[in-house]
Nanobody, 122 residues
Framework: VQLQASGGGLVQPGGSLRLSCAAS????????MGWYRQAPENQRELVAT???????NYADSVKGRFTVSRDNAKNTVYLQMNSLKPEDTAVYYC?????????????????WGQGTQVTVSS
């Protein structure tokens, strides 16, 4: 299983970006999907998650500005980021809890994408 993230870049304060992350491989089902971020000298922190039923969870710092969504048919999770601030600058990682088909049946695992840089600066 692989997670491929895209959509990062440089944006001015107040601007918007949309991140995407597609899962591929021998996927039986995807449970939770989400986004984490890590700024220099900081620990990785949760940004937003969405479970298969559609319930979402956000860090307090992004509530009202970021929206997480998913397309189950495409095994893809999105993060729409609006009103971006310099403190949102970080490497953003997608994460998914996936049930993977194996010879004996199904195994559950936690998977990470490669990270995409988001820089908010004037």
């Amino acid at each position: 299983v692989q997670l491929q993230a895209s959509g990062g870049g440089l944006v001015q304060p107040g601007g918007s970006l949309r991140l995407s992350c597609a899962a591929s491989g021998s996927i039986f089902s995807i449970n939770a999907m989400g986004w984490y971020r890590q700024a220099p000298e900081n620990q990785r922190e949760l940004v937003a998650t969405i479970i298969s039923g559609g319930n979402t969870n956000y860090a307090d710092s992004v509530k009202g500005r970021f929206t997480v969504s998913r397309d189950n048919a495409k095994n893809t999770v999105y993060l729409q980021m609006n009103s971006l601030k310099p403190e949102d600058t970080a490497v953003y990682y997608c994460n998914a809890n996936i049930d993977v088909r194996v010879a004996q049946g199904v195994n559950s695992g936690n998977y990470w994408g490669q990270g995409t840089q988001v820089t908010v600066s004037s």
